[in-house]
């Protein structure tokens, strides 16, 4: 079995639109998990109105995580589980913060094993990130209101 083959590898994969402090909690908590995390950022294929191209959050996400090398980031293309495959992943990462976001990312879950076999790590929410959320960051930028407590600080 090549080393590849043999590590434990985890996608933690969205939009990322952008990168809070919570996707930043979830990372740090994954990563004791795993012997590489590779963190997807969904392609330009998807697009919501004013969306950074990939290669701008990709950029901003690596910058955060250029001291940790066991973790990559990368763009992804189609679904969550074709890319888990083809980084020899057998675990996506998910986060959630609400009985919502548990009952989606749980459907998402039973789909993509029913498909693959790969298994979703649900990591739940720190409290004091429960109520950020990317859509939030976005809102308060567009009114001028300083996001600075929710986004990561760079390690």
Do not use: W
């Not at 639109?17 to 909690?25: C, E, L, R, V």
């Not at 950029?59 to 189609?78: M, S, T």
């Not at 993509?112 to 429960?130: A, D, V, W």
């Not at 990317?134 to 760079?154: C, I, N, W």
């Amino acid at each position: 079995m090549s080393k590849e083959n043999s590590m434990r590898t985890g996608v933690f994969v969205g939009s990322f639109n952008p990168f809070t402090a919570g996707h930043d909690s979830i990372v740090s908590r994954a990563l004791p998990l795993f012997d590489r995390l590779v963190i997807g950022v969904v392609g330009d294929q998807v697009h919501k109105p004013d969306m950074p191209s990939a290669e701008e959050r990709i950029k901003a996400i690596a910058d955060l995580y250029c001291n940790e090398p066991r973790i990559e980031v990368k763009p992804y293309y189609g679904l969550a589980v074709d890319f888990a495959r083809a980084e020899n992943a057998h675990f996506i990462v998910k986060g959630v913060r609400s009985v919502k976001d548990f009952e989606y990312e749980r459907e998402q879950a039973d789909i993509n094993r029913q498909l693959s076999g790969i298994e979703t790590i649900l990591l739940y929410s720190e409290p004091q990130y429960s109520s950020i959320s990317s859509t939030m960051v976005r809102e308060l930028q567009h009114f001028g209101v300083d996001v600075s407590a929710y986004l990561p600080k760079k390690k």
